[in-house]
Structure formats: C-alpha cells, structure tokens
C-alpha cells in the first residue's frame, strides 16, 4: 500500500470503529454502521470493556456532540456553525465515519461550485451518443450518499451561490432528487442525511435562504472553554506537527504555548484572565487553530534563525501578525492591550518589548 | 389518646412542581383534619390573608425587627410550591392548617447572636430555606443533601436528579415514603454538622415542628399531615421522637427578639437563582410551566417558544416546533431519560429556533424559563419595612406628606437640609416622585429647590420599591446598581452617576464607576467617551465624593483619558464641517477637563495628542487650527512656532477653504479672544506682518473671511489696537503699554485721589 500523506478517519481509526461495533449492543438508526450512543463515545472517547480504549477526536463539550449525533438521529440534516479553526470539518469527518463507515462523499463548497456536485452531471460522451440515459448520469456525492444511504458532507456550504444551496432543498425534505430529464425520481435509502459546515465569520458571503436554514439543525462548535483545555490541544497539536515538519528545534515550552493562549483568549473574550479589566476585541478570529500556527512559526523561527529554543522575540511576529487585521481599528486595540495588560503582568516584559518593537 | 392520631410525613423540596402536584394528591387521598407545615409559627396572621381573593403568587413572607428592618428573612412561595399548595388545600376545605417552625423572632435573634447581624436581603435564603442550598457550596451535606445521593446515582448535580426522579414523575406512589427513607439513610451517614451556628439553628427548628406535631394531637387530632423540607423528615417520625421535655428545655434557651411578619409581592426573577437569592430556583417559569400543563409538556413549552420568538419578530414556524420536539425526545433518549428536561429543550432550541445563536436563547430564558410574573398582595396587607422606614424619615427630617404641592427651598449646608435633599435624591432614584427638583435660583451649588406632591400611587411605589431593600437607603443603592446593569449606553451611565453622587450612595457608585469602566473599555466612540468625562471630572474635583469613591472615579478618569488619547486622531479623520465643528466643542471640553484635573500625566499626553492632531496631514482644518491654538494657550508651542504653523497652515499651497477653517478654528470664532489674549495677538500680528505685499494680496480673501464674521464693533476694536500699537512702535508686541518715554506720569497721578476715596486709605 502507497503511504498516503494522510489516512481518512475511517482508516486510522479502523481498529477503535471494529472494536465499537463489535460491543455496540444498542438499536441502531437503519444503516447506521454504530449506535448513537457508540458514535458518540467514538467521538468524545472513553473505554470500552476492560481492553480497548477509545482515543477521545473531540476535546470539548459533550452536549455539543450529543445535540449533533441526536440531529443525525431524527434524520434532520446537521449544520455545524463556527468561526474558522474550531473544528467543524474534523468533526464532521469523524461523524461520517462512525455513521456510515466512509467519509468521502464530500462536496467543497466554493463560490464556482457549481449545480451538478449537489445534484448530478453528464457524462457528455455518452449523451451524445445514447441520449439521456441513466448510464450516461454522473451522479454527484450527495446522490450516491442517497442511494447508498449514507451521510454526504458538504464542506462551507455558505461559500456556494445560493441557486446551487436552494438545489439541496428537495434532496433534504423530500429525501428524493428529481431528475426530469429521465422522468425519474431518485429516493434516499434509510440512512441517508448531509452534515454541511459554515464559517460564521463570513456569514454574509451567501448567506442560506431560510427555507434551507429551516432544514437544518445548527449546532455551533465554541472555541475551547478553559485555558487548560485550549493549552492541551495546542501543544498536542503543535508537538505533531513539529514532527510533521521536521522542525529540528526543541518541543515548545509550556509556558510560551499558554503564554500566547492566554493573549489570544483575552482578546477575544474581551476581558484579562482575572476579570479585572476590560478589553476591546480584534476583528481577527484568533481561533485554536492560529495559536497553533503562531506557536508552529515560532518554533520554526527559533529553529532556522535562533538558538532552537523557542523565545518571545520569535513569537512577536506571528503574534502580531495574528492579531491585527484590519491595520486601524486592530491596532489599537493590539497596543491597548499591550500597554493595559501585558506591560503591567509580571515576567511578561520581555514579550512587550518584542512586541512593540515590531509594531 | 396519643394513639388514635396517624401523622404523616411529607418530605418536599421547596418549589418543586412534581413534589406540590404529588403532595396535593398524597393529601387527597390522606383526608387530613391538620396540616403542619414548615413554615414561622408566628406567621398565624398573615395566614389568613391567603384565601384573600386579591392574593396573587408569587408572594413572600416577609420577617422582620420593626425598629431594624435590614434585620429580615423571606418566605417565598410560588403557585408551584408544595407548601402553597398544603396551605390552600387547608385553608379551601376549612381544616386547621398552621405553621410549625421555629418562629422568625428566634430565626432573627440566632443570626444576631451568630454575628451574622445583616441578615439582608442577601442571605434571606439561608435563614428561610432548608434544604436545596446548593449555592452555598458547604463542606457539609446537609446543606445539600441531595447532591449526595445525587453523586451516588451518577448525577452531575442534586437539582437534576430530584428533578428527573421526582418532579417529573407523573405518579408519586410512595414516593413519600421512599424520600423518607433515603433521607434517614443519609442523615444516619452523616457526621453532624460542622458549623456550630447551622447546627444549633438546625436543632432549634426541628425541636419546635416536634413540639407544635405534639400539640397537635394533644389537641386531638386524627390525621396530621407533616409538610416539610425533605431533610427534615426523618427529625419528625413520632416513633423517633426524643424526649418532649428536651425539645422544651432547648426551645426555652433560645433567644427571641421583637419581629414583624407580613406579606410583600415576590417576583419570579427574585425567586431565581441568578439574582443572588441563595436557595432559588434556576427556572421558575419552567416549573411554573410543569405545574399548569402536566400533559404534553414538551409540545407546550416549545410552542410557548416559538410564539415568543414570533413576538420578536423572529422566524419560528410550526414546522420547525416538530422538528424541535423530535430533536429534544432524540436527545432525552440518547441520554437515557424518560423525558425531555429543561437542558434538552434549550438545546433543541437553540439549534432548530435560534440556528446555533445564543442571543435568541437568552431571551426565551428571560421571559419563560424565570419569567416575568409579579405577585400582588391584598390592600390591607400590613406594611412593609420600607414603608416604614420612609415614615421614620419623614419624621425625623420634618416633612410630612401633603396632597397639595409645595415649594421646598433647601440650603445644603444645613443638616437638616442636607438629610431632605439626600432623601429627594434617593426616592427619585427609586422612581417615587414625591419631589421634584426645580431649577434653582442664583449660582450657589449649594441651593437646591424642590416640588413636593403626596400622591396615592406613591404608596404602592413604595412598595414596588421594598423588593430593592428595607431602607431607602439600601433600596436606592441596590436599584442604582439594578439600573446601571440595564442602561444601554455610556452617555446614559454618565447620567446615572450623576445621580448616585447626588443622592450619596457609595456603594452604588462603586459599581456604577465598574460598569462605566467596563463600558467604556467597549467603546469606541471617542465622541461619548468625551462626554462621560466632564461630569466625572467635575465630580473630582469639586464633588464631595468619598475618598474611596475618589479613588475608583480617578482610575476611571485615567482610563477615559488614556482612551481618549488613543483614538482622537483616528476619531478626528475625515469630518465634515458640521461633524468638525461638534468635535471642537468637545475637544474644547476636554480640554477643559483635562486642565481641571490638574494631573501631569494627563497633561502631557493630552499636549501630545493635540501635537499629533495638528501635524496631522489632511486633517480637517477647524480641528488643526484649534489644536494648535490649545498647545499656544498651554505654552506647549512657543509664539514663535505658532506662527510658523499659522504661515504654513495658511500658504499658497494649501486648500482655501481648510486654510480658512484652520484660521476659524485657530481664533476660536470670536474676535474678543484675540482682542483680550495678550499672546494670541502678538502670534497674528507677527505673521501679518511678516507677510509681504504680494502674499498679503493672497491671502487677504481669507483672513477677510474669518475676521468678517466678527462683530462689527470687536472689528472696530482691533482696527483702533493696530493702529494704537503702530504708535507704540513695538510691531511684537502691539497691546502692551510698555514704561518708558510715552508714560504720562501727570495724568497718572490725576486719578490717584479717586482711587483713594474708593479704597478708603
């Protein structure tokens, strides 16, 4: 077998989907490969009897989880809402899996997608050779989830122009696409259902028609609660990725890692971790996501130009750089926070001194 | 005779809706001829009120000292309530129904002798309630005893558990006899209760509930039905009763003070717990909901929702309530539960309504999980502690209440004055407008004049007003607070502390000052951030603000001022002439601020912005000219350099009008100014003359412009002052009369006898 650069979900975690199969003792949705209740201890992780453990996917709430595999459930269509970085695309990869055993009916939204990837297409050949038959159909993800009855994952579907969006209204009330050039009917096999992902930063770009909106069941994916919880999930991801990368510098030290935690979760919570004071938001999103990769680049700094250990002199750049996006209004809000908070807090001098020098 | 009676025990959880709809059938079947229920035994009076048909749940039983009324504990009861719902059972069919605990002269008189001598409105709950104390996170289970069992079921938190196990449960088969039983068992487990005061209180009021059961079928009763906190319980079995001679002698030992107890209108926000009454209940109008509609709970409430929603103005069509419904009973059964809570009906909510948002979500907890329901009492209710203590105010400053209006003049630097003119502020704060201030007369600040008018309304006014608090004082302070957590916006906040300063509420001020700093931090108006400084700065320096209060308004002040700083140019860009001239008077107002507070650190960052603001290219030239103007009045710019930026701001180069602007705004729109200012003159009068014939020419149209708007005898004025200064021969300095060689000594000394005369040497 070639070395992909990266397994789906399905075959990384072939071992823990069997293993929860195999106890899965509870009702299963019809052609649902798991329990509700499996697919959910898949994602959220825990044990299984005494020998097997499942490697939790997802850090963070377990209502958000649970709201998301009860909307699969009823067979409402899942939208999950969230800014960028917060995970949509990896839960949503993870749920296909659990549920359907395959994850790679998928369509990526952009603004050219265009009406056959969320319907169906011709192969052209054929139809000019045939006419319209069904041989000559190319069906598009979402068809074949329907006929196979599994879940179809639509990735930013507010990027897609609304004409196309509007084309999934009948696939999920009706559960049937028409195809009037064969004056047939396609019906869904039990099972099937779509889990689309929007970015709420940009909400505005093709904001859904109601009556789609109306067919969906919204859970949003928050950024993470605690700071602990936001650290761990960064270092774990950083530390992978350092080695993705071959970076030769030493793993980031925990005290850099939630140093730019601590920043990015009081700017966008617009108050210091103490509650003492209060601070204006930046219009970037400052998800998990971007720490991650100012953490990542800081590394790569300290490695390439530095003594490999990670400072905050490597972590200034990124970390303004993360910060301000919009050049007037970010800046100030970066430099009041600087002067307001990080000047004042003890051992944190030498990241001011960084920090204004670049700016 | 002792044994023909049958007691009862009811063990209930305080607002629970599954217990009172359990209860109400217990007793039915029961056929009680008694009912004891936990409640002040001395609260036999206002017992009778209940059947009153104007008496509306919510409502509280209020206990207090008469001559202190911070000294209080509340009864509250909502129409879900099991023990309103014991004591109307009672009441309705005509059967002794009494209250059994330990009566509120003693409650009041242990928190005193405990040191806890404020039994305010913030601890009333620890006094009144029993059982569900989950707020106060004690070491020790009693105060809450079901987060124990809870934690043995695999619960998070004992509210839950009750919840699922016994509020909504549709039949309540020996569901009496099993809570009876499981509190035995843990009251058994448990070591006694670490707090000395907790446990002595404890004792107390278990000791009377058996002392009033004993009477009770002394009395000869037959059947006794026992309402009581669920921890309880196991205190009342007569089995296990000790001793009645014990429970006397304990009863004997406890000290009692003078106690009033009445009835005041509760509300629902009150009874939840998020507004800082410790054994609330987290969603009464969710409970409120369980007890009207036992059937179809789900349907109902999600269909309350969407019609809430409707009401807003939000999409929410039927369609979506199925899918709501389905949601919220695939979640209940994912999680294992017979029935969708209050949690799943959020999260169904939130995400078939609300598309994920969480606003929409906290207005359906707003209106219908705590709701927005207020209780009424009947009329010849007794009164209530802030009632009295206006009274007490009243008599004590010597203003009694009139129909007809009157004019009162006070002079605040008399006491007596004072006290009336704070006791004006106070109630106005609190919306009772018994006075009303009118403008005063003559420049004195310490003058105030009222309007004073005794209307009916003002009594339930008052009342309206006792939920902040037994005293005006308490009441206006806590309402201010209430007030500043509501108002929308900084200039509104501004408003406020204007109004907490006047009526000397330091507490109030405090958080007040906190919320505006927090506001102010979100703001990024710089506009209304230069209106909330003046007042405050005011305040600083000539307020008779506490020096606490001085302290915190300063660091707001540092803040404002810090704020200001930073986004005045940016906030200055690209105005127009109108918006240019609305932000020169608050520029000039600033300005003005600043110079009253007399701090350096202002001061210099202040100059540094205006040097900012008048090199800044492309600047509106009415906001250039007056900054440069300012740094000349602080002597941050020598006259020199003045002059350098008036030629340049004023050279051929620039754009006519914003150099005409920039002289407007450097002149301030007023020839008497540049009359009067020494320095002013000298700067204009250098740069005219500095100027050659030809530039001269140039730039006339505009001077013309700016110099044409003044009023003619001003501009007569100054065409005398040139040319008198022409004679004086210094170009520089055209207005001085310089000593030397055109001093007339003789006409000097001709006005000296005048003087003397006028001074009386």
Known sequence: MPETLRATSEQQFAGELEALARADDRPRPPNWKLSPWAVSTYLLGGALGSSTEITPKYIGNRRIIEIAVATLATDRALLLLGVPGTAKTWVSEHLAAAISGDSTLLVQGTAGTAEEAVRYGWNYARLLAEGPSSRALVPSPIMRAMQAGKIARVEELTRIPSDVQDAMITNLSEKALQIPELNEQIQAIKGFNVIATANDRDRGVNELSSALKRRFNTVVLPLPESADEEVRIVQRRCEALGRALELPAEPPALDEIRRVVVIFRELRDGKSTDGKTKLKSPSSTLSTAEAISVINSGQALAAHFGDAKMCAGDLAAGLTGAVIKDPVQDRIVWQEYLEAVVKERPGWKDLYRACREIL | MTDRSTVTIYGIRHHGPGSARSLTRALRAFEPDCILIEGPADAAEPLSLLRHPEMEPPVALLGYVPDDPRRAVYYPFAVFSPEWQALQYGLSRGIKTAFMDLPVSAQLALAEADGAADVSLDTPAQVAEGLPETATPGPHPRDDPLRWLAEAAGYGDGERWWEHLVEQRRNAEGLFAGVL??????????????????????????????????????????????????????????????????????????????????????????????????????????????????????????????????????DASSAQIIEAVRLAEALAALRDRPLPGLEELDEAAQAVFCFGNTLALRLIEQKLTIGDRLGRVPPDTPLVPLQRDVQREQKRLRLSPKASREILELDLRREIDLGRSLLMHRLALLDIPWGSPEQARGTGTFKEIWSLQWLPELAVKIIEAATWGNTVLEAAGAFARH??????????????????????????????????????????????????????ANALRYGNVRETDARLVSSVVDGLVARICVGLPIACGSLNDDAAGEMLGRLAAMHEAVTLLQRSEHQSVWTAVLRRLADLPNLNGLIAGRAVRLLLETRSLGPEEAAQRMSLALSAAADPLVAAGWLEGFLGGSGLVLLHDEPLWGVVDEWVTGLSGELFTRVLPLLRRTFGAFAPPERRQMGARVKGGGQVGSPSAPGLATPGGAFDRARAEAVLPLIRQLLGI
């Open chain 2, 483 to 536: 007030l500043a957590d509501d108002v929308p916006n900084l200039p509104a906040l501004t408003a406020l502390i204007g109004r907490v300063f006047l009526a000397e509420l330091p507490d109030a001020a405090e958080h007040v000052m906190q919320r505006l700093q927090n506001e102010a931090a979100l703001a990024s108006d710089v506009a209304l951030l230069i209106d909330a400084l003046p007042p405050l």
């Open chain 2, 181 to 314: 039983e499981a509190m035995s068992e843990l009251r058994r487990e448990l070591p006694p209760a670490a707090d000395d005061f907790q446990a002595g209180r404890e004792l107390g009021r278990e000791a009377h509930m058996r002392t009033v059961i004993r009477a009770a079928r002394k009395e000869g009763f037959d059947r006794i039905a026992v309402v009581c906190g669920a921890w309880h319980a196991p205190a009342l079995v007569a089995d296990d009763m000790p001793p009645a001679k014990s429970d006397a002698a304990l009863l004997k030992s406890l000290p009692k003070v003078k106690a009033q107890v009445t009835w005041v209108p509760w509300t629902y926000g009150r009874l939840s717990r998020n507004s800082g009454y410790g054994a609330g209940i987290a969603s009464p109008g969710w409970y409120h909901h369980l007890w009207s509609y036992p059937e179809n709970v789900t349907e109902r409430w999600l269909t309350r929702v969407a019609r809430l929603l409707r009401a807003e103005d939000l």
